[in-house]
């Protein structure tokens, strides 16, 4: 770990740091990869029509043989890629971050010149109303004033307002590819140094999902690109890093309310990782966050004479996700109709319908929990999906399918190096672990909500992190 992390009163923090990048969380790591195994086999035998349970738990198994297989020969027969690479390319290493930012440029637009894509579904909700925001002042749609975060619309608005929506979207994003990759490169030099920041930068440039989201407008590649920075911003032991990562947490926020408790873990968060003595830089970052989220709710308590922190889909999300028709996925409709209340009604209705029923039927929310899990873990191809298959772009079934097998044959060897460098690593604390909590987060949040393999895309950053510190402490170890 850079040695700024840790003040001088590490002692104090020993515990704590233990806690953040423990042995344990590799043990984690290793376990999501088993259940990405088993998740991608489950969904291909949904995807080729297998509905009874029976045989998509084979199915499942099955899946699961091959890469375990892979791992245990892998592990057997003492097989290292790097060293092996190490001996026959003694040389080779990742390139620039200039080169790589160039690479991944050319890659994102020439993915758009071939499929380019129509805004469809949420994502054409979103342009919508930055439409709306730009030609009457207001932000509302379909009769709602805060049903939809405002944070990416207001992201657009700026973007629509010098080019054509086609062009704004592309631009928005590549601009957003840009700022993600030089996070992950950052955070990663910092945590590991240049190798794994390099590692780290050719992974998120080479992704294949994150290539295909190219052409559409989805709100989850701001976080996406923001997250680094603001966990970078945490770990950093200066008070400056706080109030910006503040400041980026609180565009993140509006941008996808999930995210509304990190401003309070980081409460606790940031004293373990520096010591108590760093409570001021804490709450800085709290203030930062809330001046960014004030005006808003500001608006929200004009608008509805009462307290809205950002958005009024919280409690429908949530009822959705958790009632007798239920699936773990997207559901257009719960059980109950609410459409008879008002807006924020509506969301404290159906927030506690929801709860009610968590309570009453622990073991149907246990199963879908897990169903939610499945689908959180089993899918990489959502970019694929939405251009080519949503977004109406060019296509024919050949290429569709051809390209989604790309994002999850990538997804799945991901899955296999990380459980490779998982398993070698399990008896050291690693300072690259502490970004597996990022993942988490998210994982544990859609056990509950909805999900889907688009719900896990704001933090692949994690995985290229994660990769890029870990194969360098294995190459270190060998060496």
């Known amino acids: 770990m850079n040695t700024q992390i840790c003040n001088s009163d590490v002692s104090k923090v020993e515990l704590s740091q233990a806690l953040l990048t423990g042995k344990w969380l590799g043990w984690l790591m290793f376990a999501l990869a088993a259940l990405s195994w088993i998740a991608s086999a489950t969904l291909i035998a949904r995807g080729i029509g297998i509905e009874d349970s029976h045989d998509q738990f084979l199915i499942a198994l099955a899946g699961l043989a091959p890469a375990g297989f892979l791992f245990l020969l892998a592990k057997s027969a003492q097989l290292n890629l790097i060293q092996s690479a190490s001996k026959i390319f003694p040389n080779l290493q990742a390139p620039s971050l200039p080169a790589l930012l160039l690479l991944g440029l050319t890659l994102r637009l020439t993915w758009v010149w071939i499929f380019p894509a129509e805004p469809t579904s949420d994502g054409a909700s979103y342009l919508g109303l930055a439409e709306h925001l730009l030609a009457s002042g207001r932000?509302?749609?379909a009769g709602t004033l805060a049903y939809w975060p405002p944070g990416y619309p207001f992201f657009l608005a700026p973007w629509l307002l010098i080019f054509s929506p086609a062009l704004a979207i592309l631009i928005s994003q590549l601009w957003?590819?840009?700022?993600?990759?030089?996070?992950?490169?950052?955070l990663s030099k910092f945590l590991s140094g240049?190798?794994?920041a390099r590692i780290a930068a050719l992974l998120f440039t080479l992704w294949p999902n994150l290539i295909a989201l190219s052409g559409t407008p989805e709100k989850e590649t701001l976080p996406l690109a923001l997250l680094p920075w603001i966990c970078l911003g945490v770990i950093k032991p200066d008070l400056l890093s706080k109030v910006l990562a503040g400041l980026a947490l609180g565009l993140v926020i509006l941008v996808q309310?999930?995210?509304q408790f990190l401003p309070i873990a980081f409460l606790f968060l940031i004293p373990m990782l520096h010591g108590w003595r760093s409570l001021r830089g804490a709450l800085f970052l709290l203030i930062s966050a809330a001046i960014v989220i004030a005006p808003w709710t500001l608006r929200n308590q004009q608008q509805f004479s009462q307290f809205v922190l950002i958005s009024t889909n919280g409690g429908d999300n949530l009822y959705r996700a958790n009632n007798p028709l239920a699936s773990g996925?997207?559901?257009?409709?719960?059980a109950i109709d609410f459409s008879e209340y008002s807006e924020v009604e509506h969301d404290h209705v159906a927030k506690q319908q929801a709860i009610e029923w968590i309570i009453k039927y622990p073991g149907d929310f246990l199963k879908l929990a897990w169903e939610k899990q499945i689908r959180f873990m089993g899918d990489d191809s959502t970019g694929v999906f939405n251009t080519l298959k949503r977004g109406r772009g060019p296509h024919s079934s050949i290429a569709y399918v051809?390209?989604?097998?790309?994002a999850n044959v990538w997804w799945i060897l991901i899955w296999i190096v990380i459980s490779l460098l998982a398993w070698s690593s399990r008896t050291r604390t690693q300072v690259h672990n502490m970004v597996v909590w990022w993942w988490f987060y998210l994982f544990a949040l859609h056990s509950i909500f909805e999900s889907s393999g688009k719900y896990h895309i704001p933090v692949l950053w994690v995985l290229c992190v994660w990769l890029g510190g870990a194969l360098t402490a294995q190459k270190k170890g060998l060496s």
């Open 139 to 141: 932000y509302e749609i």
């Open 402 to 406: 051809l390209c989604k097998l790309i």
């Open 329 to 334: 996925g997207y559901t257009e409709k719960g």
């Open 194 to 196: 240049d190798e794994a």
């Open 176 to 186: 957003l590819y840009v700022i993600g990759t030089i996070g992950c490169y950052k």
């Open 257 to 259: 309310p999930s995210f």
